[in-house]
């Protein structure tokens, strides 16, 4: 909307919140299903670029219900493609995840590391990919594939499957104690949402680059410290509490983004330290 352009939203508000979407004259909220090619349709017409983020998201959630999770992932992300094709959009830019690397072989991953899902999520991540680079290819469409790595920041929902920064610091604020799962000791590559929408733009604006690119911060750190950091900005005296490792979890997770910087200029900005009392300022 800053650029100028006409915005269509199609949102079905089962996550995040209407309210993050203020009123203003060139914006069009769509509410309905990805699923639904009545409501694809509507949405889809007129648009030159479109940044698909419609998903079941997140390991824990498609193992209590791997059904929703494709249907929504894959069954979803295939009819936006078709409704896309046939709308004659320019360039689709969607979101996938780190999780289709699975426990890794080698620090850090790039994007030819081997694909090894731990959970429906992870497959069904890599089947949208696929059917993805699949249209590009048969259908002459512009794709590129997003693999973020751990995005948090502002707006980010808190639920019972939410992350687990906005969870620390939900925690924090209701004055409860932190869980941590397994020793801690496991590392995330943690990327400010600011990042993540600057990687998608980049993306859009760049012809010719259709393929599957990191979105990733390229620092790690570990659960143990980002517990530290958090208790630490929101001035909390909780105790951080430790509970058995959770299920599907990978033990580490470090990307190499130099595919991104190479193909559209992606350099990530927002370190933890600046991120994190961002996020906290604005929760
Ligand atoms: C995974 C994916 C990420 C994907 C996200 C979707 C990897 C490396 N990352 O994130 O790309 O977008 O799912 O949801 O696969 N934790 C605690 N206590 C809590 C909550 C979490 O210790 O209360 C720990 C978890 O055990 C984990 C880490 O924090 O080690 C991060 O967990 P979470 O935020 O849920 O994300 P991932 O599952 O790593």
Redesign the pocket.
């Known amino acids: 909307l800053q650029a100028g352009t006409t915005v269509t939203v199609l949102d079905d508000f089962s996550s995040g919140h209407r309210s993050n979407l203020a009123p203003h004259p060139d914006l069009i909220v769509v509410e309905g299903d990805v699923r639904d090619p009545a409501i694809l349709d509507t949405a889809m017409t007129g648009i030159d670029t479109v940044f698909h983020l419609a998903a079941s998201?997140?390991?824990k959630r498609s193992i209590d219900d791997p059904l929703t999770d494709s249907d929504i992932n894959v069954m979803g992300t295939l009819r936006l493609l078709l409704a896309a094709r046939d709308k004659g959009v320019r360039k689709v830019v969607a979101s996938s995840?780190?999780?289709v690397y699975g426990e890794l072989q080698g620090l850090p991953i790039g994007e030819d590391h081997r694909l090894a899902p731990q959970t429906p999520y992870a497959s069904s991540k890599i089947a949208m990919e696929n059917h993805a680079l699949a249209f590009a290819d048969l259908f002459k469409m512009d794709v590129v594939c997003l693999r973020?790595?751990?995005?948090y920041g502002q707006r980010q929902r808190f639920d019972p499957y939410g992350?687990?920064i906005p969870?620390?610091a939900n925690r924090l604020f209701a004055g409860e104690p932190?869980?941590?799962?397994?020793d801690?000791e496991?590392t995330?590559d943690f990327v400010h949402v600011d990042d993540v929408v600057a990687a998608n733009l980049a993306a859009a604006r760049t012809t010719g680059i259709s393929g599957t690119y990191n979105i990733a911060s390229g620092t790690q750190v570990t659960?143990n410290v980002l517990a530290q950091m958090m208790v630490a900005a929101v001035g909390g005296r909780e105790p951080i509490l430790y509970a058995p490792e959770?299920a599907g979890?990978?033990r580490h997770?470090l990307a190499a983004s130099g595919a991104a910087r190479q193909a559209f200029n992606f350099a990530p900005q927002v370190g933890l330290g600046a991120g994190i009392p961002r996020y906290i300022k604005w929760l």
Do not use: L
């Open positions: 998201a997140g390991n995840s780190a999780a973020y790595f751990n995005v992350n687990v969870i620390f932190i869980t941590v799962f397994g801690g496991q995330r659960v959770r979890d990978v997770s």
